[in-house]
Each structure stands twice: as structure tokens, then as C-alpha cells.
């Protein structure tokens, strides 16, 4: 259990290790979209692995273009 504990507390201090030098970087507005978009990505993945039809047509659509904006942005950022 000891090793557990360890390995979790370097994940969570990596983890908060990138967000501070990310907030440092690239400021608050970024900070927040990755935040955002990491939290839809465990949603959607718990959602595939534990219920996979659970989503309908309608919310299949929403997450399409959650992903559209994703990918609009990041071209329009890279441009």
C-alpha cells in the first residue's frame, strides 16, 4: 500500500507541477481550456468504458463538436 501512496503522490505533484508551469508559460485562459478539455475527456472515457450506450444521437452530436471546436482551435492557434 506504502508503494500506492508514493506512486500517487508523484503522479498528483507532476500533475500540479505541469498546471504551475503552464499557468507560468501560457497564463489562465490556457490553463483553464486543457483543464476543461481533460475533464470532458474522463467523462466521455468513463462513459465508453462503463456505459457505452448511454449516450443518444443528440449528445453523440454534442461531443462531435466539442471535439470540431477543439480541433478548430488548436489549427487557428498553430496558424
Known sequence: MLMDIF???VCFAAGQFF???LLAERGGLVVS????TRKFFT??????VFNPG???????????????????DLALTHR
Open 7 to 9: 506512486l500517487f503522490s
Open 19 to 21: 498546471i504551475y508551469a
Open 33 to 36: 481550456m486543457v483543464t476543461t
Open 43 to 48: 467523462i466521455l472515457l468513463s462513459v465508453m
Open 54 to 72: 448511454l449516450l443518444d444521437e443528440r449528445q453523440w452530436l454534442g461531443v462531435f463538436m466539442v471535439f470540431s471546436g477543439l480541433a478548430v
